[in-house]
């Protein structure tokens, strides 16, 4: 079963506005969540994380939003440029001290000039 | 600082075949992993370390090999290859002791099995 799922395959915005993707996780143990970002033929960088006793981390202009109860988290790209264009995965590390990451499925978010 | 390497960038296989994938980091991070991404999937945990000597499956081990000898190098082999294991392949590797638990990537290693 998908424990991380991220259901927008796909999100377009305008250059300066803000760019939000979501995720969605089933798993209650899940200890601390991540966002990557990818470039095609590129291995994926890490973007920011939060710890699961958080509810925001902010980081430049990406900020990261937890809701426990919910099981949800988004990721906020403010204000949004062309070189943010690329596939963007939630992730959510489970184990010894981030040893082991089970990603969603990745948005592919276009930022239009 | 090299990061994570991947070599091969792109290999070719027919079907029983056996390769390495390797994979090497100079960060002195003691944990690696790696991951395959298939279309529409997001990357998979196949195997992983927390140190020389220690590995351990993830979600995906089946047709998969991993030994650590080495904090550098964490190879992955494919004994008997197989079409199903057509993927791109990532090795990560972090260091515990932060607190973000970010995994650095490698550049990939794409598989073809016919």
């Known amino acids: 079963d998908q424990q991380v799922k991220q259901n927008s395959p796909s999100l377009s915005v305008q250059e300066g506005r803000i760019s939000i993707l979501n995720c969605d996780y089933t798993?209650?143990?899940?200890?601390?969540f991540l966002w990557y970002k990818k470039y095609p033929a590129e291995g994926p960088t890490f973007l920011i994380s939060i710890s699961s006793i958080k509810d925001k981390n902010e980081d430049g202009r990406f900020t990261v939003f937890l809701n426990k109860s919910a099981k949800h988290l988004s990721l906020h790209i403010v204000p949004s440029q062309p070189g943010d264009s690329a596939v963007y995965f939630c992730?959510?590390?489970?184990?010894?001290?981030?040893?082991?990451?089970?990603f969603g499925e990745g948005t592919q978010l276009t930022v239009n000039p | 600082n090299a990061g994570v390497t991947q070599t091969p960038k792109f290999q070719v296989l027919k079907t029983g075949q056996s390769m390495t994938l390797q994979c090497a980091q100079d960060m002195n991070h003691e944990y690696m992993s790696w991951y395959r991404q298939d279309p529409g999937m997001g990357l998979r945990l196949i195997h992983y370390s927390v140190g020389a000597g220690i590995t351990d499956q993830g979600e995906v081990p089946n047709g998969y090999n991993v030994s650590r000898s080495t904090t550098e190098d964490f190879p992955l082999r494919l004994l008997s290859a197989a079409p199903s294991q057509t993927s791109v392949y990532f090795c990560?590797?972090?260091?515990?002791?932060?607190?973000?638990?970010?995994?650095?990537f490698g550049p990939g290693t794409r598989l073809t099995v016919t």
């Open positions: 798993n209650s143990m899940f200890d601390y």
């Open positions: 992730a959510a590390s489970w184990g010894t001290s981030g040893s082991r990451l089970t």
């Open positions: 990560a590797s972090s260091n515990p002791r932060t607190n973000s638990y970010e995994q650095y």
